[in-house]
């Protein structure tokens, strides 16, 4: 399968809950990266993963975490939801790191209330 | 810390105008520029990359190292390039991460 799919495609939590997003990379490309989209904003980069190991990270806090699997799927996991953590989320997967241009998905829209 | 910014919220021209969207960056080192388009109801695409120094739908983009811009050009605008643009930024300084700007919004009247 071609292209970034990501699931679900929205997402309604509570504050204080947990939630879960997932993501599966084009194949072939070793690198996933995550970022955060408010309202009106562009991107924000959370963090990226190069074979299973987290080797970058925007200005998130420790309670977003991420895992990549051997099958090119990914997860972003946001403990102790915050109204403001409301946004799109996109993943993004690229071949290698840095400067090779990166395919996105279309994102999950989380909800929190 | 690297920045990139994007001044128009909004840029709206005329079928058949030209289009400059502009982007500046703030970065310490080499950077890598990059613009995004994201279509109405589409996800975020890659339209070019500096490196590459290529024309994509007509859009050409030149790294003013001087001036520390990366601005989108195009000589005639269509309907159809209607859409979200974002410059973003990428370097071995910034960890390799993608630093956006906030984005600019075309709109090509008929």
């Known amino acids: 399968e071609t292209g970034v799919t990501q699931s679900p495609t929205h997402l309604i939590k509570t504050r204080g809950q947990q939630v879960t997003l997932r993501c599966s990379s084009q194949s072939g490309h070793n690198t996933v990266s995550w970022y955060q989209q408010a309202l009106g904003q562009g991107p924000q980069f959370i963090f990226q993963?190069?074979?299973?190991?987290?080797?970058g990270r925007g200005n998130f806090p420790p309670r977003f975490s991420g895992l990549q699997f051997p099958n090119y799927s990914s997860e972003l996991n946001v403990n102790a939801l915050e109204l403001d953590d409301s946004a799109l989320y996109l993943c993004a997967s690229s071949p290698l790191p840095g400067n090779y241009g990166y395919t996105f998905g279309s994102g999950t829209r989380l909800t929190v209330v | 810390a690297q920045r990139v910014t994007q001044p128009e919220k909004l840029l709206s021209v005329f079928k058949g105008a030209p289009v400059e969207l502009k982007c500046n960056y703030s970065?310490?080192?080499?950077?890598?520029l990059f613009w995004y388009v994201q279509y109405s109801r589409q996800r975020l695409q890659l339209l070019l990359r500096h490196i590459s120094r290529e024309s994509i739908k007509g859009f050409t983009a030149d790294l003013n190292k001087g001036e520390t811009s990366f601005h989108l050009k195009k000589p005639f605008a269509q309907e159809e390039d209607s859409a979200m643009y974002y410059c973003?930024?990428?370097?071995?300084?910034?960890?390799?991460?993608?630093?956006f700007g906030g984005g600019t919004r075309l709109m090509v009247k008929p």
């Open positions: 970065y310490s080192g080499s950077p890598e």
């Open positions: 993963y190069y074979r299973e190991e987290e080797n």
């Open positions: 973003a930024l990428s370097g071995r300084n910034a960890g390799n991460m993608l630093t």
